[in-house]
């Protein structure tokens, strides 16, 4: 049966002579695995659409219990120019999608967190400053989604997460103001940029935060974007 959703490609590599294989996060069937026949031809635009941080219309041929789906066809749903040019912008889109594709089962539908990464997206397409503040609030909806929301009242988890969270209250009423925030409201940026942030509370917020995806998901590890990012501002 060929079905139609909006899909995120989140990693994608050439299979054999002329195919693509990508994962990608769609909105109605979850994390899925597409392979493109043919896509890496001449006459082909899909090698264009099936690169990560694509948002794609995406048609193909889903069967129930299969591990590989047959792409009908592409086309992008929306472009991000702002993020393709950016080297800061490219690996903070990167690491959202490792570490949703890392946190993710496959074909477990979450249409809720779907809207959030292309919300996301979308702001970091267009906002040059906050980068942070933006990935601290999705990875904080991301554990609220999949059921992981962080409690700032369970004090002996703070202590013994070693987040030094305890020690910066402001650390704790940026998180609190994240947990709390829509990020579709137009006072959405205006409302980060009153943050006064010191390295000492980003270091806090970025531990805290990490201890619960480790936590929560064996093996997660460091993410490859962040890492790279870390290297180039160096």
Known sequence: MIVSTLAIVLKSFPYGDTSIIARCFTKEYGKISIIARGARTKKSMQSAHLQPLSFLDLMFYHKPNRELHTVSKTGFAERWPGIQDDMKKISYGLAILELTDKTLTVEDPHGDLFDEIIHVMRLVNSQPQ???????????????????????????????????????????????????????????????????????????????????????FDDLGELKALKVMRQIVQ
């Open 130 to 216: 906050r980068l942070n503040m933006v990935f601290w609030y999705y990875q904080l909806k991301l554990l609220e989604i999949l059921g992981f929301r962080p409690d700032l009242d369970a004090e002996d988890f703070i202590k013994t997460s070693g987040s030094e969270l305890d020690k910066s209250e402001n650390a704790r009423r940026v998180i609190s103001y994240l947990q709390r925030a829509d990020i579709t409201a137009e006072n959405f940026i205006q409302e980060i940029e009153t943050f006064a942030l010191y390295p000492n509370d980003r270091k806090a917020i970025s531990k805290y935060i990490s201890t619960h995806f480790r936590l929560h």
